[in-house]
């Protein structure tokens, strides 16, 4: 789902999109380790594997020097599963960040973007 707001007048901006999965009766791995370190591997089925981003810009122009600026934060959340010597091993992840952009153009001229 993305949405976007420009307002043309005032050169301002909004983009926003969500996106996630949900993956039910997955394909993951088994692996199972035997005492001489042979390692066999097996595919199973399990439920609870997911994955969900948030990404978002808000921009606007910069009049006096003539600057494009975009900002906006960013989140991942995601979760795995897979086994290891008949237990259920849960790999989750969490990350979070701040998009920054910069942009100046002139027409038929350049395009520069930092």
Not at 1 to 7: G, T
Not at 16 to 31: D, P, W
Not at 41 to 53: K, P
Not at 71 to 100: D, E, H, K
């Amino acid at each position: 789902m993305n949405y976007n707001f420009y307002n043309v007048l005032e050169e301002k901006g909004l983009w926003l999109g969500i996106n996630g999965n949900i993956v039910q009766n997955a394909f993951v791995n088994e692996s199972t380790i035997d005492n001489n370190g042979k390692t066999v591997y097996r595919t199973v089925n399990t439920d609870g594997n997911y994955n969900f981003n948030l990404y978002s810009n808000y921009n606007f122009k910069w009049k006096k020097p003539g600057i494009r600026v975009y900002l906006g934060p960013n989140v991942n959340i995601s979760r795995n599963i897979s086994f290891l010597n008949g237990q259920r091993a849960v790999n989750s992840r969490f990350s979070y960040g701040i998009n920054a952009d910069f942009n100046k153009q002139k027409d038929k001229k350049y395009d520069s973007q930092l």
